[in-house]
């Protein structure tokens, strides 16, 4: 709402912003010049304020959108060729491993008869853990490492093998990066976006 001596003129917000608005009052406003500059100075500080929050909050919102689908795509296509490099690998080497829906890999090369672990049991396991070019990052070294299942501590693609499993077990697993440390790596010896290789023998369940 404008308001000159005893004339008002009630314009829509955006109108205000508008050509026409600005014509009509123009032509409509007789009154004093000082009155009417105070009019087109109001006009000047609606023109700046659009202009400063207007279109950059849209173009904001746009470049972000935009962002967030090109990192969308990127990880896409990493991860397309992370399973690409385990299938290779698996095949090169002839293991004859097979996949789960989430992306691990594995082999169960002993098993026995006792019951698959399940969440909440207290499990003892001896294990090494490499890279698919075969350097060895970390080991048990015959002293096994007691977690328990379901309760973290160890990879996601390791608490998933490890439900498969039962006392007496011997495995191998392959995680990708995001079944194990991620974009990060473990800030230590496994590198950022790693692919590492799990061989290991349950000990014990309770």
Sequence with gaps: MLQAENFTVR??????????????????????????????????????LNACYGEPEQKISTDTTAAKEMLIESNKKKLKSELE??????????????????????????????????????????????????????????APKTIIAGKGGVES???????????????????PPHLAHGIAGDNNKIPQRAIILYELEIIDVQ
């Design 85 to 142: 490099l385990i299938a290779k690998y698996v095949n090169d080497n002839k293991l004859d491993m097979q996949k789960t829906e989430s992306g691990l890999w594995y082999k169960i090369s002993k098993t026995t008869n006792d019951a698959l672990i399940s969440l909440g049991d207290k499990v003892s396991y001896t294990f090494k853990l490499s890279l698919l070019n075969g350097t060895v990052l970390y080991a048990s070294n015959a």
């Design 11 to 48: 314009c829509p917000m955006q109108s205000v912003y508008s050509k026409n608005c600005c014509v009509f009052m123009l032509k409509n406003f007789k009154t004093k010049p000082q009155t009417m500059f105070r009019i087109l100075r109001l006009l000047v500080v609606f023109f700046m």
């Design 157 to 175: 693609g390791l608490e998933e093998g490890l439900l498969m499993l039962n006392k007496g077990s011997k495995a191998m697993f392959i995680l």
